[in-house]
């Protein structure tokens, strides 16, 4: 019995029955451990980790097994015992606008919905003078903002394009956000397993959902994190693809106002040495003050307003 530990919310699940099926027709008997994570109970917790550390400690407890994870949750430093040996072949990885036929036809101070400092970053690089709005709640919550009769409406939001098909939802004016600045959060579209290092049986187990060159495209853009130190007050991103003789890596890192941001290409062969690269390039083009800055402004004591905006931006988007 392979015990297949998820958190509770609605794409989670989808993501680990996806897993739980895989196993299943490779001859595994799964049972899936539904567990509620602090971000579950406290969606404006500071901490990245608040999406997998019950998730953590139940793999070290040997309560479950095998964690699903969506890549971009997993912080880049994992407990001592614990290892990501697999991961999935990758959803698109884009972010997606929704409400509108471009980000081009929004009118001036169109009201933008998004958990995501990154997300917010990179939309007001492109147009600074929308207003980012906090959007909370999972996916079918952020829809309903774009109803004409909600009494807090929205005129568009931004989701991953991989959490939108995963669950099945097909809303109208769905439009990639495209150009230079538009880089994905590492790990973006990719399903990853969390397992006991040393693990034998897990590890055979979790082989039936790895794909090793998107494994490699994770490994590189998870050592552009780790490079740049990124948590959640960073505006960071990251994407690889594999081209002929090893990766093609975008880094991507901003102030959280869209009035400063960088990006590198890199290609190489070696994924982590390639990330740490491209993170080490971003932290000398300017990446190193942004990310000061964005932290001093999260920890501001005399401005509530910009601290609370940016712990309700700092919430799983659940896409």
Do not use: Y
Not at 214 to 232: H, K, P, S
């Amino acid at each position: 019995m392979i015990r297949l530990g998820s958190r509770r919310s609605p794409l989670a699940l989808v993501q680990a029955h996806t897993v739980a099926d895989a196993l299943r027709g490779a001859g595994h008997e799964v049972r899936i451990v539904e567990v509620v994570t602090t971000g579950d109970r406290d969606r404006a917790a500071p901490d990245k980790a608040k999406w997998v550390t019950e998730l953590e400690r139940g793999l070290d407890a040997g309560e479950i097994d095998l964690a699903v994870h969506s890549a971009k949750d997993v912080p880049g430093v994992l407990p001592d015992g614990l290892a990501l040996v697999a991961a999935s072949v990758r959803e698109d990885p884009r972010d997606v606008l929704i409400g509108a036929a471009s980000l081009a036809a929004l009118p001036d101070g169109a009201r933008v919905g998004t958990a995501s400092l990154r997300r917010a970053a990179q939309l007001l690089v492109e147009r600074p003078d929308l207003e980012i709005v906090a959007a909370r709640g999972n996916v079918d919550t952020r829809l309903g903002r774009l109803a004409p009769d909600h009494e807090d409406r929205l005129d568009a939001i931004v989701l991953a394009a991989a959490g939108l098909h995963r669950l099945g939802r097909h809303p109208d004016d769905v439009v990639p956000l495209e150009g230079p600045a538009f880089v994905a959060a590492p790990g973006q579209g990719t399903l990853t397993i969390e397992a006991r290092a040393g693990d034998e049986v897990a590890l055979a187990a979790a082989a039936v959902v790895h794909d090793a060159g998107n494994w490699a495209c994770l490994r590189a853009e998870r050592a552009v994190a780790r490079a740049l130190g990124a948590d959640c007050t960073s505006a960071v991103g990251a994407h690889a693809r594999p081209v002929a003789g090893g990766l093609s890596l975008t880094g991507f890192v901003g102030a959280p106002d869209g009035s400063d941001w960088a990006v590198d290409v890199r290609e190489g062969d070696d994924p982590e040495a390639l990330g740490t690269l491209v993170g080490e390039r971003l932290l000398r083009a300017g990446g190193a003050e942004m990310l000061a800055a964005a932290r001093a402004e999260v920890d501001l004591d005399g401005d509530a307003g910009i601290a609370e905006q940016h712990q309700e931006l700092r919430e799983d988007d659940s896409a």
